[in-house]
């Protein structure tokens, strides 16, 4: 099953997952969310389930919990979601409306394989004509919602279903962005369109792209993860892109901007490095070695290498999810953990940006934790490097101890940062509100000082329900 996922050709009933999950360890419903994501990326979903009474009940009680603001799991959001969709059930449009609202709030909210059983959730609600027009009009919304501070959880959907996208309003905003801090999904938009021919751009608008993506792609005043996917959306507009790519690239585009099929020394190098890690992480051996005689998995290397250096984000992103919510979650953490506390300064940066990229999905503790506030406060370290620190422990932030994020944020309100100033400090504020830091989101709202959008995203943190946060982490 596993490497049926990892080819885009399986499919299943949730007690097939529940069963794999038993068998590896992991939580309830831990293996839907990546299997999903996984068909999309290869422009495929799973099927929907037949439903049977039971479900029908189920379904019932959960559209009471939608309507009276109660919690609901993300196996609750699976199995509502796949029964409306299976049952053709009618439902009237202000319902449609809430229901949808619920889950996208969610959506802004969850991480991980949470988020990624919300996002399949709305793709199959939002597959009728009547909910479609609900869906896109929710989207927009939160696209353009001051102080959302996921305000492009809609782009990404859109990447996993780019026939659903708003085309016109997609293309337009990456040269109108509502807020910069759309530019990266924006980007990431434009490519999943042109890739499914769901979008041709005339002349004028290729030319007016590539411009765009030229100019971005030097901007060293831009956060790295956004040159990152302008670089990538060139490829998709130019034939041999690394031929015409832009002076002053630093070697993460280049390297991005390779033919795939490139075996130079840098791609040689990375390999290597994946290898290494692939034998570390079996020496430490999967949650359930002991039921097989022999440990070797020829497929490990290979996502690890798409994991941490795959020229494409949405296939990288894919791989990711498969092997951190996998029985390997717990030995990855130890050798990635070990290679950033003995050579965060000896590393090649493109390397250590992707190891950093990696361990905020598995980082936990107070050790991991002060390892990435090591390199985020350390000056020494370029500053993509650190940013990226930032980003890892945002998404870390759960399982941080308090005294973690009260440093992380205390670090990015008072170490210079440069260009990206702000940017460290929203994503300082996401950590805090993804580990419910109310009172030290409270103090930043209420500083006069502080930059607007910093604000509004705090309050939007402490604003949201409290039924919201106790689902996502149901």
């Known amino acids: 099953m596993i490497s049926r996922l990892e080819n885009g050709t399986a499919t299943w009933l949730p007690r097939h997952l529940a069963a794999y999950e038993q068998a590896l360890g992991l939580a309830a419903g831990h293996l839907a969310g990546p299997a999903h994501k996984v068909l999309r990326a290869y422009g495929r979903r799973s099927d929907d389930p037949a439903g049977g009474p039971s479900d029908e009940q189920a379904a019932a009680e959960l559209i009471d919990c939608v309507l009276g603001g109660d919690v609901i799991t993300s196996a609750g959001w699976d199995l509502l979601s796949g029964h409306l969709i299976a049952t053709d059930r009618k439902l009237g449009r202000r319902t449609w409306g809430t229901l949808i609202e619920r889950l996208m709030l969610e959506l802004c909210t969850a991480q991980g394989a949470a988020q990624d059983i919300r996002a399949e959730a ?29 305000s492009f959880q809609p782009l990404k959907l859109y990447q996993r279903a780019p026939g659903r996208a708003p085309a016109g309003w997609v293309v337009r905003a990456l040269f109108d962005p509502p807020d910069r801090w759309l530019l990266r999904e924006l980007f990431s938009t434009v490519a999943a369109l042109v890739d499914a021919g769901a979008w041709r751009p005339s002349a004028q608008e290729l030319s007016a792209l590539r411009r765009e993506c030229a100019d971005t792609i030097v901007d060293a005043s831009i956060e790295l993860e956004v040159r990152r996917a302008a670089t990538q959306l060139m490829r998709r507009l130019t034939p041999s892109v690394h031929l015409t790519m832009p002076t002053g690239m630093g070697p993460e585009l280049v390297y991005l901007a390779k033919p795939t099929a490139t075996a130079d020394a840098q791609v040689s190098r990375f390999r290597a490095t994946c290898l290494r890690l692939a034998a570390e992480v079996q020496d430490i051996g999967l949650v359930w070695q002991a039921k097989w005689e022999r440990g070797d998995d020829p497929l490990l290397g290979h996502v690890l290498s798409q994991s941490l250096v795959g020229h494409d984000d949405a296939v990288r992103s894919m791989y990711t999810a498969l092997l951190v919510n996998s029985g390997y979650r717990n030995a990855l953490r130890s050798p990635l953990a070990a290679l950033l506390r003995r050579g965060a300064d000896l590393m090649d940066p ?14 936990e503790g107070a050790s991991d934790g002060w390892a990435l506030l090591g390199i985020l406060g350390a000056e020494r370290i370029d500053l993509d490097t650190r940013v990226q620190a930032c980003w890892a422990l945002v998404n870390a932030s759960p399982r941080m101890p308090p005294d973690v994020l009260e440093a992380m944020l205390a670090i990015c309100r008072t170490r210079p940062f440069g260009s990206q100033a702000i940017t460290v400090l929203r994503a300082g504020v996401a950590a805090c509100g993804r580990a419910d830091r109310h009172e030290s989101l409270r103090q930043l709202a209420d500083d006069r000082q502080q930059v607007l959008a910093v604000r509004d995203e705090c309050s939007w943190w402490t604003a949201l329900p409290a039924y919201v946060r106790a689902s996502v982490r149901a």
């Open 122 to 150: 709305l793709l199959r609600i939002g597959r009728t004509d009547a909910t479609a027009e609900i869906a896109g009009e929710v989207a927009v919304a939160v696209m353009t919602q001051r102080g959302n501070p996921a």
């Open 350 to 363: 493109v390397m250590l940006r992707a190891v950093i990229r990696v361990f905020g999905k598995v980082a």
